[in-house]
């Protein structure tokens, strides 16, 4: 029987009201729709955000067959765990297997054949070495991502792609406010995946305080990759580099939706919420 620790992710949702039907259980075809939310949530978690992921390596995937077991229903307000791990990657193809539970219970389990096709022509093509090493990469719990940090001329471009993206893009902040003049100077960390798609930056401002402090700014992930981990990663490494230069305080100014974030990493608010480019952000500080 198929068990959860026999899949290499397994992502947690909750049974709605509209996905019941007239006999009181999940509709039969909402596990498609359940299975589509967890392999998007693979994506995720492997360092391959969709679209980004598949786009960086200037293709896509479709679905070519989908086969699956009913064993037990699921009902109102049921939490399922959908199993989904790679079982075989082939020349153009991949193949997943995937189950659901219901607390423990066994519910539904299937076989999905997704095609890699090339986006400029729309047909099948060769799964790229790049995309079979990061599914290799999660199988074998290695590393998915990489944090480089260095210079603005080191890392600049794969940073300037992120903050165009998130503080441009998604947040409207007007691009003439984005760059200043602390980039060359400062220490910028990079986030990728393993073929080198940038996710994720921040920086490091030496401030030359007493005590010695430092500032991090420019901390930005894409919207496909929050949640996994990654602005953790590079705070701990920024923290790394402070460290290696007797840097006593970190600063920072955070975007109040984002407070509890640093405090749970240490970081404490100083003073009161002010304006920042039309976004209320909290000074937070944390001793080294």
């Given at each position: 029987?198929?068990?959860?620790?026999?899949?290499?992710?397994?992502?947690?949702?909750?049974?709605?009201?509209?996905?019941?039907?007239?006999?009181?259980?999940?509709?039969?075809?909402?596990?498609?729709?359940?299975?589509?939310?967890?392999?998007?949530?693979?994506?995720?978690?492997?360092?391959?955000?969709?679209?980004?992921?598949?786009?960086?390596?200037?293709?896509?995937?479709?679905?070519?067959?989908?086969?699956?077991?009913?064993?037990?229903?699921?009902?109102?307000?049921?939490?399922?765990?959908?199993?989904?791990?790679?079982?075989?990657?082939?020349?153009?193809?991949?193949?997943?297997?995937?189950?659901?539970?219901?607390?423990?219970?066994?519910?539904?389990?299937?076989?999905?054949?997704?095609?890699?096709?090339?986006?400029?022509?729309?047909?099948?093509?060769?799964?790229?070495?790049?995309?079979?090493?990061?599914?290799?990469?999660?199988?074998?719990?290695?590393?998915?991502h990489a944090v480089k940090a260095g210079s603005w001329q080191e890392?600049?471009?794969?940073?300037?792609?992120?903050?165009?993206?998130?503080?441009?893009?998604?947040?409207?902040?007007?691009?003439?406010?984005?760059?200043?003049?602390?980039?060359?100077?400062?220490?910028?960390?990079?986030?990728?995946?393993?073929?080198?798609?940038?996710?994720?930056?921040?920086?490091?401002?030496?401030?030359?305080?007493?005590?010695?402090?430092?500032?991090?700014?420019?901390?930005?992930?894409?919207?496909?990759?929050?949640?996994?981990?990654?602005?953790?990663?590079?705070?701990?490494?920024?923290?790394?580099?402070?460290?290696?230069?007797?840097?006593?305080?970190?600063?920072?100014?955070?975007?109040?939706?984002?407070?509890?974030?640093?405090?749970?990493?240490?970081?404490?608010?100083?003073?009161?919420?002010?304006?920042?480019?039309?976004?209320?952000?909290?000074?937070?500080?944390?001793?080294?």
């Amino acid at each position: 029987m198929s068990i959860p620790a026999q899949y290499s992710f397994v992502h947690r949702l909750r049974v709605r009201w509209s996905e019941v039907d007239a006999q009181q259980v999940v509709f039969n075809g909402h596990y498609v729709t359940y299975l589509d939310v967890a392999i998007s949530e693979y994506w995720r978690v492997i360092g391959l955000p969709y679209p980004e992921g598949l786009q960086h390596v200037q293709g896509d995937l479709y679905m070519r067959a989908n086969s699956l077991q009913y064993h037990a229903p699921a009902r109102l307000d049921d939490w399922l765990d959908v199993g989904v791990r790679c079982d075989k990657v082939g020349n153009s193809s991949i193949t997943v297997g995937w189950a659901i539970w219901a607390q423990g219970r066994l519910l539904v389990t299937g076989e999905a054949v997704y095609v890699f096709t090339d986006l400029a022509t729309r047909k099948p093509a060769a799964v790229p070495d790049s995309l079979r090493e990061q599914i290799a990469a999660h199988a074998a719990e290695r590393p998915v991502h990489a944090v480089k940090a260095g210079s603005w001329q080191e890392v600049g471009e794969a940073a300037r792609a992120v903050r165009l993206a998130v503080f441009v893009g998604e947040q409207g902040i007007p691009e003439s406010e984005e760059w200043d003049d602390d980039d060359p100077g400062a220490i910028h960390v990079v986030a990728t995946n393993l073929a080198g798609l940038p996710l994720a930056t921040c920086r490091l401002i030496y401030l030359g305080q007493e005590p010695v402090t430092s500032k991090i700014g420019r901390m930005a992930v894409l919207r496909s990759s929050r949640g996994i981990g990654l602005g953790q990663l590079m705070l701990e490494s920024l923290i790394g580099q402070a460290r290696e230069r007797q840097i006593r305080q970190l600063a920072l100014h955070a975007q109040v939706s984002a407070q509890g974030f640093y405090a749970r990493l240490g970081f404490i608010p100083e003073g009161p919420v002010f304006d920042e480019v039309g976004i209320p952000h909290q000074r937070m500080t944390l001793a080294l």
